[in-house]
Structures are given as C-alpha cells and as structure tokens.
C-alpha cells in the first residue's frame, strides 16, 4: 500500500475547446407565434379602444404578455451554455436556480450531426450525443454555431479521453440459442 504522504499521478490539463449556447433561431415558430398575438392584441385593443371612445385603451396592456412569453423563452435559452473541454462536456442552465451538468467524454458511445433546411441556412446545427451516463444518457445541443467543427472536436476529444483512460467500448449483439443473431 503507498504511503499515504505519496504524490498524486499527474493529471493531464484540461482545456477548453468549445463553449456556446442554442440559437435563438431554434424559436422562431414561438417568437412568429408572440408577434401575431401581440398583434391581435393590439388589434382588438384598437378596435374596441374606438368603440368605447377610449376606454377600452387599457387593451393595450395585454401586450404585456407575448413580450413577458418573448423575454422569458429568449432569457432561458441564452442562460442554457455548453462548455466542451479536453475532458469533459458542462452543461449549465437556470435563471434563477443553476444546475450544472457534467458528462466525462469517455462515455460517449456515439454522436449524430443533422443539419434542418432551416438551421442550415442559418449556419447552425443539432448535434446529440448517445452516452453510457445513467444520468443523461442522452444529450441534444440544439441549434449551435459551426456544428460540423463542434463535432470534429468532440470526435477528437472522445478518442483522446478514451486513450488517455485505457476505456474501450465493446459492442456485443444478442445472439439466439440457434447461433444466429437476432
């Protein structure tokens, strides 16, 4: 047994190769869905506002809810961030309450990059991640900048984790009792 005044093994520094948040493109059918009720609103506080010789102005006030549904939506995804270092992937989120979430790289089993026409015209991408994490064991970074890169580095850094921790992934099949695979 070492002795207890021993010194740590080295650790390899960990760097930090990407960090981001979603786009806010990734709401646009929200955000389209805030304008036209703060125009119906708008409308019907016009239209009844003239009905009413003026009283009924106070309409106008209900504008006071697609812009709170605006800000709120726009306030979550801009506090949602994604760190992805030399070792790891953090995820933060929360306004008021902060939760932060770590995946070590070595447990990721696979990664899918899909590129909709929409987020591709806008140079964006959704990249998720297959783990062997009990907590997450599914990661989707939705609508992040330069995905094809994101994801070269994450390729790149899972296999240098795995190498640097000596984990290899076995994939086994199910095989049935005649020898067959099923």
């Not at 080295?10 to 125009?39: D, K, M, N, P």
């Not at 102005?57 to 209900?62: K, N, Q, R, T, V």
Request: glycine fraction near 8%; charge should be neutral.
């Amino acid at each position: 047994m070492p002795p207890e005044d021993s010194p740590l093994p080295a650790v390899a520094a960990e760097t930090t190769l990407w960090s981001g948040h979603t786009s806010q493109w990734v709401h646009f059918w929200y955000y389209l869905f805030c304008i036209l009720l703060a125009g119906g609103i708008g409308f019907a506080a016009t239209v009844f506002g003239l009905a009413t010789a003026g009283i009924g102005m106070l309409g106008y006030l209900a504008l006071i809810i697609p812009m709170m549904m605006w800000l709120i939506r726009w306030w979550v995804t801009k506090c949602t961030t994604y760190e992805l270092t030399s070792q790891r992937l953090r995820i933060r989120a929360g306004i008021l309450n902060k939760k932060v979430d770590e995946l070590e790289l070595f447990r990721v089993r696979d990664y899918t990059m899909e590129q909709p026409l929409m987020l591709r015209m806008v140079g964006l991408g959704n990249l998720t991640l297959v783990t062997t994490d009990a907590t997450t064991p599914t990661i989707a970074m939705r609508a992040i900048p330069g995905v094809e890169l994101v994801r070269e580095k994450l390729r790149n850094a899972v296999q240098h984790e795995r190498d640097r921790k000596r984990v290899r992934q076995m994939d086994v099949d199910s095989v049935d009792d005649h020898g067959g695979l099923s």
